[in-house]
């Protein structure tokens, strides 16, 4: 085996678009891929210090929407401009936006799932957020369940810098281990 020393490497590593209202109610969105699923509704994002981690201390509130392969290049150009140099970002992605229903924090339209998260804590650049409500836009769900192959959520690569779509199923969970369960 090669070794490679600490990296920041997970695979896949989910593209997360993270909106929230500045003081002015205005939209605002930023890409982060190091983000989690951390316990019963609960994500903890590893963020700086952004116009975004401001918003969201200033509102207790932020959405998590899914990058897609639709979305792909307004996704990525929210994570290399910054909404203190260009405070228009969100409409010059061509995103838009309604309220959510249950935080203080916008849910971007063209993103078809959405975590709806207030906010436990942010220190030492770590947010936990309390999931209080996940939204999915029809298309994207089959028999009422959000169906992947309708949505085509994207993973970052940090390797080689790349945004990959998800790949076919290969087996079904807690499923296909009980071949092995079943013989011993």
Same mark, same amino acid.
């Given at each position: 085996?090669?070794?490679?020393? !600490? +990296?920041?490497?997970?695979?896949?590593?989910?593209?997360?678009?993270?909106?929230? &209202?500045?003081?002015? @109610?205005?939209?605002?969105?930023?890409? $982060? !891929?190091?983000?989690?699923?951390?316990?019963? #509704?609960?994500?903890?994002?590893?963020?700086?210090? /952004?116009?975004?981690?401001?918003?969201?201390?200033?509102?207790? $509130? =932020?959405?998590? @929407?899914?990058?897609?392969?639709?979305?792909? +290049?307004?996704?990525?150009?929210?994570?290399?401009?910054?909404?203190? +140099?260009?405070?228009?970002? =969100?409409?010059?992605?061509?995103? #838009?936006?309604?309220?959510?229903?249950?935080?203080?924090?916008?849910?971007?339209?063209?993103?078809?799932?959405?975590?709806?998260?207030?906010?436990?804590?942010?220190?030492?650049?770590?947010?936990?957020?309390?999931?209080?409500?996940?939204?999915?836009?029809?298309?994207?769900?089959?028999? @009422?369940?959000?169906?992947?192959?309708?949505?085509?959520?994207?993973?970052?690569?940090?390797? /080689? /810098?790349?945004? &990959?779509?998800?790949?076919?199923?290969? $087996?079904?969970?807690?499923?296909?281990?009980?071949?092995?369960?079943?013989?011993?």
């Amino acid at each position: 085996m090669k070794n490679f020393k !600490a +990296q920041s490497w997970i695979f896949p590593m989910p593209v997360l678009m993270i909106g929230t &209202y500045d003081e002015n @109610g205005n939209p605002n969105v930023m890409n $982060a !891929a190091w983000g989690m699923i951390s316990d019963v #509704h609960e994500i903890t994002i590893s963020l700086s210090n /952004h116009k975004t981690t401001q918003n969201l201390l200033y509102t207790n $509130a =932020f959405t998590v @929407g899914f990058a897609t392969e639709s979305m792909i +290049q307004a996704c990525d150009y929210a994570g290399i401009v910054s909404a203190s +140099q260009v405070p228009d970002k =969100f409409d010059k992605a061509g995103f #838009h936006q309604k309220k959510s229903e249950f935080v203080n924090a916008p849910v971007i339209e063209e993103l078809k799932v959405a975590l709806e998260c207030k906010v436990k804590s942010y220190k030492d650049e770590i947010l936990i957020g309390e999931i209080v409500n996940v939204c999915a836009d029809e298309e994207v769900l089959t028999d @009422g369940q959000i169906d992947l192959n309708k949505l085509k959520p994207v993973s970052f690569d940090p390797i /080689h /810098h790349m945004y &990959y779509s998800l790949g076919k199923p290969v $087996a079904q969970a807690f499923q296909v281990g009980k071949g092995i369960k079943n013989e011993l």
